[in-house]
T-cell receptor
């Protein structure tokens, strides 16, 4: 589980705050992902960075903004969030090849008040 | 479009009994199938995957899964359940012609093993 790390593990923020989630992978992978996990719903893929190309789910609101400065680091910048954005945010990484598996970090539990 | 169905939100089983967590899928072409487990306050951990070959796949912690192409199923099984197996289990699928990024997850099944 130490292959993909996420900080912070827990975050409470108001709707007017700006915060960032950080993910780092130590597996030498070239693709990284942000997922949103809400109770009793399938994991929702938010963003993918692969070989410096960004792919996003068009349903993700603009108040979520990803940044991938290199293949080992991924950020999710948050601003003016809504209470319904409260969820577990999971980062994952993989090699962007056909047979490869995604590996997940422990997640950041976000509560928006 | 690809999809995964986990028909049971909750599965309860007594310790020592065999367990099954069900998964069916829909995908274009040949599937790559995955099982992940999530313990409380943790991320998803990879358990096993089917890529090709033997329909019975063995994974971590004594779990196995059987790929059934005709029934488009990939049920997770374990011969003897442990209390420590209690967790949330996710099935996932993608097309063999796709990339690692194109993974679709089911909504999860909460497994509770009773002592």
């Amino acid at each position: 589980e130490t292959g993909v790390t996420q900080t912070p593990r827990h975050l409470v923020m108001g709707m007017t705050n700006k915060k960032s989630l950080k993910c780092e992978q130590h597996l030498g992978h070239n693709a990284m992902y942000w997922y949103k996990q809400s109770a009793k719903k399938p994991l929702e893929l938010m963003f993918v960075y692969s070989l410096e190309e960004r792919v996003e789910n068009n349903s993700v609101p603009s108040r979520f903004s990803p940044e991938c400065p290199n293949s080992s680091h991924l950020f999710l910048h948050l601003h003016t969030l809504q209470p319904e954005d409260s969820a577990l945010y999971l980062c994952a990484s993989s090699q962007d090849r056909v047979r490869e598996t995604q590996y997940f970090g422990p997640g950041t539990r976000l509560l928006v008040l | 479009a690809q999809s995964v169905a986990q028909p049971e939100d909750q599965v309860n089983v007594a310790e020592g009994n065999p367990l099954t967590v069900k998964c069916t899928y829909s995908v274009s072409g040949n599937p790559y199938l995955f099982w992940y487990v999530q313990y409380p306050n943790r991320g998803l951990q990879f358990l096993l995957k089917y890529i090709t070959g033997d329909n019975l796949v063995k994974g971590s912690y004594g779990f196995e899964a059987e790929f059934n192409k005709s029934q488009t199923s990939f049920h997770l099984k374990k011969p003897s359940a442990l209390v420590s197996d209690s967790a949330l289990y996710f099935c996932a699928v993608r097309s063999a012609s796709g990339s690692a990024r194109q993974l679709t997850f089911g909504s999860g099944t909460q497994l509770t093993v009773l002592p």
